[in-house]
């Protein structure tokens, strides 16, 4: 039985770029063949997001034919007062097709009260019928993106019938208020994960499962005060849609 709190998606757009990390050290990047964990799920917070809820990426999907295209880019020198010339390699003509649901931040027990399961769902349902809520960017600013509620299963997929393995790449980022285990609380760790394809569908594990992992450094969890920076539908008389999911400052 599928939760009441899944949504489904399809993301698109002329470009994206999901850096692979080793790319970075010489200044010319390259994106990974498919995105990542932490990238779909940036997009679907993009859709609709709250501190009192966490998103969980199930599946994505691939659409169209991997490609790649190389730019061209003039990236700032911030030290000298003259641009450099790099190479950034792209992928070219993406769409993907999301499967994610959201769970009760179990790290923010202060924000409790706002856990009304119905009202953050149908949130979430306007906002991604409208387009999200923030822009949609696939994996760098440069590259817009735009959703649409749509089926993970609907269409035809030009990987249907293939199963592909990417390696060893980056799942994504578990930040200290996310972290469910307990030798990361206040830590910022990085996880990795073998990636796998079949049929065309990238199946994600959840962050607390992925073995390959890395603290980072200690980082200090954001607070959340009523009335200062936070603002639940109880504080609206009305309870309006934008009132309730408003976040000051």
């Known amino acids: 039985m599928e939760k009441p709190n899944i949504i489904e998606y399809t993301v698109f757009g002329r470009y994206a770029l999901f850096t692979d990390p080793l790319s970075k050290t010489g200044g010319e990047k390259c994106s990974y ?4 964990y932490q990238a779909l799920k940036g997009i679907t917070e993009s859709i609709y997001w709250k ?17 790649t295209e190389s730019k061209g880019i003039r990236p700032i020198k911030y ?26 931040n179990e790290n923010r027990p202060d924000l409790a009260h706002d856990r009304n399961e119905n009202k953050h769902y149908d949130i979430a349902r306007r906002m991604l019928e409208r387009g999200g809520r923030r822009d ?4 760098a600013r440069e590259c817009q993106g735009y959703v649409e509620p749509c089926s993970l299963d609907e269409g035809k997929g030009e990987y249907d019938e293939t199963n592909l393995s ?31 394809m079949e049929k065309g569908i990238i199946h994600f594990p959840r962050p607390e499962e992925c073995e390959i992992r890395r603290i980072l450094r200690s980082e200090k969890q954001k607070l959340f005060v009523p009335g200062k920076n936070f603002s639940g539908s109880d504080e609206f008389e009305g309870g309006g849609a934008f009132g309730m999911v408003k976040d000051l400052g």
């Not at 063949?33 to 990542?36: A, G, K, N, V």
């Not at 501190?51 to 490609?67: A, G, L, N």
């Not at 390696?167 to 994960?193: F, N, Q, S």
């Open 166 to 196: 990417f390696g060893i790449m980056v799942h994504g980022i578990t930040y200290p208020d996310e972290a469910l285990r307990e030798e990361e609380k206040g830590k910022m760790t990085v996880r990795l994960w073998n990636a796998q």
């Open 136 to 139: 949609i960017f696939l994996g």
């Open 51 to 67: 501190p009192t809820i966490t998103w969980v990426i199930d599946e994505c999907r691939i659409m169209k034919w991997i490609q």
């Open 33 to 36: 063949q498919i995105p990542t």
């Open 79 to 104: 030290s000298k007062k003259e641009n450099d010339l790099s190479l950034y390699t792209y992928l070219r003509d993406v769409e993907y097709r999301i499967r994610a649901h959201f769970e009760w």
